[in-house]
């Protein structure tokens, strides 16, 4: 299994460019959330999805959109880059029967200039 | 959803036992109390997950009252490679799922 795999590690954006951030898993969690980390902060939640066909906003959802066509994949839509969104963003899937038990991708170094 | 409380840094030295305490007030019926570690530049990792009572496993134990308001992260005989951000979460998959401001450890030799 390769687990939660997120593409690309590494993305420099100009302001205005729009992108979309990968995450396939092949663990059949249910659950699939992206989250963002600001340097030396904490992980904000942006989206998240509890199965195929839904998808909910989290903490801080402007600027960014989701879909969840497949269990598998659950990409992250930035639809017009600012500086403001230069971070690392996480995809984090989870067993609906599992309690909460998030597994991570490695993450996604995004740098809007 | 339950939002959890954190000390923001705690400082140790190697060998010593750490103990990090986690506030939850409003933790659902459903809710279960998970942590997790991270070091720089890489997600989180899982370490231990529980409901209530005790958990142990072979790197941490979770203890949590009965009231399960709180939950103590223990960390027996820390190491240097210990130092990383710990943080608690509650919740359970059917929900969203965010997490705190993490407590900073650092294990000093």
């Known amino acids: 299994n390769a687990g939660v795999t997120q593409t690309p590690k590494f993305q420099v954006l100009k302001t205005g460019q729009s992108m979309t951030l990968q995450c396939a898993q092949d663990m059949n969690h249910e659950y699939m959330s992206w989250y963002r980390q600001d340097p030396g902060m904490g992980l904000r939640l942006i989206h998240y999805s509890v199965g195929a066909g839904i998808t909910d906003q989290g903490e801080v959802p402007n600027g960014y959109n989701v879909s969840r066509s497949t269990t598998e994949d659950f990409p992250l839509r930035l639809l017009s880059a600012a500086p403001s969104q230069t971070s690392v963003y996480f995809c984090a899937g989870a067993r609906a029967s599992n309690t909460g038990e998030l597994f991570f991708g490695e993450g996604s170094r995004l740098t809007v200039l | 959803l339950a939002k959890t409380t954190q000390p923001i840094s705690m400082d140790s030295y190697e060998g010593q036992e750490v103990n990090i305490t986690c506030s939850h007030n409003?933790?659902?019926?459903?809710?279960?109390i998970t942590w997790y570690q991270q070091f720089p530049s890489q997600g989180p990792r899982f370490i231990i997950q529980g409901y209530k009572t005790k958990v142990t496993n072979e790197v941490a134990s979770l203890f949590i009252p009965a009231d399960r308001k709180s939950s103590t992260l223990s960390l027996p005989r820390v190491s240097l490679s210990d130092t990383a951000v710990y943080y608690c979460l509650v919740g359970n998959a059917g929900n969203m799922l965010t997490f705190g401001g993490g407590t900073r450890l650092m294990v000093k030799p």
């Open positions: 409003n933790i659902a019926t459903n809710d279960y």
